[in-house]
């Protein structure tokens, strides 16, 4: 986080915010997509229908089951192939749900923080956060569908400070240009007292996209996954989720000179249980269809 504030401060600073601007509602989809989630009797069937009254929507989910990465080597045509045949219906669903959601921004698509190196980010720590949990010791394995959102929406508040307050997030993006080692949460708070966005930036990117999440009624453990993917030392309530996207972040950062078995986190391989070699092949697999996550990651931006 860009700063430690109490609790009353955070309420506080949320209040002004909310005074001045108006958070953007949650995309009429993904609030279907929402209710279906709570749905005892969801199934492919309902989900198709959902996703297919956006064929731009659908158009990106038959994309991502087509490419590479997954190995279908058949043709996926309509979404119901996309669950039955290659993703499954969790997938699906909160793939479907982050995308949704992404539709809710406008922000310009250049810089490290630019949407289209967003989206490929995005894409890439999700898939990192569900492979890293099918290598878990199973009793500890988050469903893979919730892991690969929270891995796809962990760094959203970046979107909403873009949305909500354009000269500050192109100084924010100039800087992750100038800096490509450093997080979003070590820029952040060399910002601290800057512009009119003073106030998001002193809640830090973590917990305004927690904040937006609990606005749009998302599930709890993405809310919390958000507020709590920079804090080390976290420990409590969905903490495999959100070491998983923590140890995801770290092996994107150095994703071009992935570092030795020494130099990963040790805290987050504890807490997972992992040894660091299969998380280092891990790594290396995901990394070497970046091609295919640059790909999407266009798609997604010229859609969202």
Not at 4 to 32: A, C, H, N, T, W
Not at 100 to 129: K, N, Y
Request: contains cysteine; aromatic residues 6%.
């Amino acid at each position: 986080m860009a700063t430690v504030l109490e609790s009353d401060q955070i309420r506080s600073i949320e209040q002004r915010i909310q005074k001045v601007y108006e958070l953007p509602p949650m995309p009429e989809l993904g609030r279907r997509i929402l209710e279906l989630q709570s749905d005892p009797g969801a199934d492919a069937r309902k989900l198709a229908a959902i996703v297919q009254l956006d064929p731009s929507l659908a158009a990106q989910v038959i994309r991502y089951a087509s490419s590479s990465y997954y190995g279908y080597t058949g043709r996926v045509t309509n979404i119901q192939e996309a669950i039955a045949r290659v993703l499954g219906y969790d997938l699906v669903l909160y793939l479907a749900l982050g995308l949704a959601a992404g539709r809710s921004f406008r922000i310009p698509d250049q810089g490290p923080l630019g949407l289209t190196r967003f989206w490929e980010h995005a894409v890439c720590s999700a898939v990192l956060v569900q492979k890293l949990a099918a290598i878990l010791p199973e009793p500890m394995r988050p469903p893979a569908g919730l892991g690969y959102l929270c891995g796809l929406l962990h760094d959203f508040g970046v979107l909403l400070l873009g949305h909500l307050f354009p000269p500050e997030f192109q100084l924010l993006n100039k800087m992750a240009q100038l800096n490509p080692g450093c997080s979003v949460a070590e820029l952040e708070g060399r910002l601290l007292g800057m512009g009119q966005a003073r106030d998001m930036l002193a809640l830090g990117h973590a917990r305004i996209g927690a904040w937006l999440m609990q606005a749009w009624k998302m599930p709890d453990a993405l809310e919390i996954t958000l507020l709590e993917h920079h804090n080390a030392d976290y420990r409590g309530d969905e903490e495999i989720l959100v070491h998983l996207v923590q140890l995801a972040d770290f092996l994107y950062l150095n994703r071009e000179d992935l570092p030795g078995p020494e130099r990963l986190p040790a805290a987050s391989l504890d807490l997972l249980q992992l040894l660091p070699e299969p998380v280092l092949e891990t790594a290396r697999q995901v990394f070497s269809a970046q091609k295919d996550f640059r790909s999407l990651s266009k798609l997604l931006a010229g859609t969202s």
